[in-house]
């Protein structure tokens, strides 16, 4: 157990739709990733918040949006759904800022049909 | 752009064997992962270099700055060892994220 806690775990929807993914970092780190797995592209870093501010940003959609809380816990928004955002997508969390040691949490899986 | 290069794309050896996975880049960098994605999907972060070598337990993890490359070995392969191992490279100055390699798919067979 990595100490990091993703919600939903599988989640189905349709073209257009909305959806927001949690992460619930471990206990005392500070920095969020977000990462998306896809069959043809792999894992692509998409975006970092540390301690409620946005550190670093990859390649994430202008469709998709992420907020870190005051809790430190994050939430991924996925809008305007299209078939090529079905990914698993994780969240990891740090102690630092910079990359240190990296705890992941077991992934969405977004299906959209 | 960082261009991340493993080898092999597919590796199955037999238990017992000594495995070795490899990983070269183009650019400088701060940091490089190693991480194990088993068939679940679960992601376990196993090492992060910044020079030299680390062991824990039989995966050794070695990087060669200079020479822009990192090997992942496993001594005494099982087939719980069976997995996806991607390595993931940090440029530094935080102001980008990982950038993953295209990872090794390793079947140990017993």
């Known amino acids: 157990d990595s100490g990091v806690t993703q919600t939903p775990k599988h989640l189905i929807t349709a073209t257009g739709q909305r959806v927001t993914l949690r992460c619930s970092p471990r206990?005392?780190?500070?920095?969020v990733y977000w990462y998306q797995q896809s069959l043809d592209q792999g894992l692509q870093f998409l975006i970092q918040y540390y301690n409620g501010e946005e550190r670093a940003k990859g390649n994430i959609l202008e469709r998709f949006s992420a907020q870190q809380f005051p809790d430190l816990h994050s939430e991924l928004n996925l809008s305007s759904l299209e078939l090529g955002d079905s990914a698993l997508y994780f969240c990891a969390s740090s102690a630092s800022g910079d990359t240190g040691e990296l705890f992941f949490g077991e992934g969405s899986r977004l299906t959209v049909l | 752009k960082n261009e991340v290069e493993q080898s092999p794309q597919n590796l199955t050896a037999q238990e017992g064997e000594f495995i070795t996975i490899n990983c070269s880049y183009s650019?400088?960098?701060?940091?490089l992962h190693w991480l194990q994605q088993h068939p679940g999907g679960g992601i376990v972060s196993l090492f992060m270099l910044s020079s030299g070598k680390k062991k824990h337990g039989r995966l050794i993890a070695t990087i060669n700055i200079q020479e822009k490359h990192s090997s992942l070995h496993i001594t005494a392969s099982h087939p719980r060892d069976s997995a996806v191992y991607i390595c993931?490279?940090?440029?530094?100055?935080?102001?980008?994220?990982?950038?993953f390699g295209k990872g090794t798919h390793l079947i140990i067979q017993p």
């Open positions: 993931a490279l940090y440029s530094g100055g935080g102001a980008d994220g990982l950038t």
């Open positions: 650019v400088g960098i701060s940091a």
């Open positions: 206990s005392g780190d500070l920095s």
